[in-house]
């Protein structure tokens, strides 16, 4: 019978949520729309998006490992099993940890070989683009793992979402400079980028 459930209880979680999950997708459009309409080099928007595909290949399995334990710790949470909590959340944390650091420090040295793999050797140019954007992977993990399984879980949504706010609005200043001052490609932005993310993960961690 629904006719007794509360609506209204849910929707504002609900658009919080939602905000929350499209502003992260919001960041990296932003960056691919400003490379597209704005870099002198169509290459570099090839370039960038190669990159920005290898890594996301890398977090699925980071994104899998998070979710899987995230029930259980949801279930902690509600009955107030503290010491269990933080038994589960500190090894999904190290797990995270081991899949993550060595992929992003093999990405880093192996960047040629992996561009060269993945599009051939014309892409093999764009090896610091894709060491730059590991850096961002290593952010991007770390800021799932504080979201999906600290923020969310203990009804931080509001504050998840004002943080995110106040980003995007940082990160949106920054591209309109870089436009402005006609240094748009593929590093500056990832720059910007990862910039975007220490002061949104300094602020999800306040």
């Known amino acids: 019978d629904f006719n007794n459930i509360n609506l209204k209880k849910y929707i504002v979680p609900l658009l919080v949520t939602f905000f929350i999950v499209d502003g992260n997708i ?3 459009n932003i960056d691919k729309i400003i490379l597209g309409f704005f870099s002198k080099n169509i290459e570099d928007v090839a370039y960038y998006g190669v990159s920005l595909k290898i890594i996301n290949l890398v977090m699925i399995f980071s994104l899998s ?22 038994k589960i959340f500190n090894f999904v944390f190290s797990c ?17 070989n992996i561009l060269y793999i993945f ?10 683009i894709l060491r730059l954007a590991t850096i961002h992977l290593l952010f991007i993990s770390l800021s799932n793992i504080l ?17 995110l ?9 920054l591209k309109y400079i870089l436009i402005k001052f ?10 910007g980028t990862i910039f975007v993310d220490v002061i949104l993960f300094i602020k999800k961690k306040t």
């Open 26 to 28: 919001l960041v990296l």
């Open 65 to 86: 490992l998070i979710g899987g334990a995230t029930p259980r710790l949801a279930l902690y949470v509600k009955e107030n099993k503290k010491e269990e909590y933080e």
């Open 96 to 112: 995270n940890c081991l899949l993550i650091y060595p992929i992003v420090v093999g990405i880093f040295i192996l960047s040629k």
């Open 119 to 128: 599009g051939g050797e014309k892409y093999i140019v764009a090896e610091w």
């Open 147 to 163: 979201i999906n399984q600290i923020l969310f879980l203990n009804k931080k949504e509001k504050v998840v979402a004002y943080n």
């Open 165 to 173: 706010s106040i980003v995007l609005i940082i990160n949106f200043l």
């Open 182 to 191: 006609d240094i748009v490609n593929s590093k500056i932005i990832l720059i």
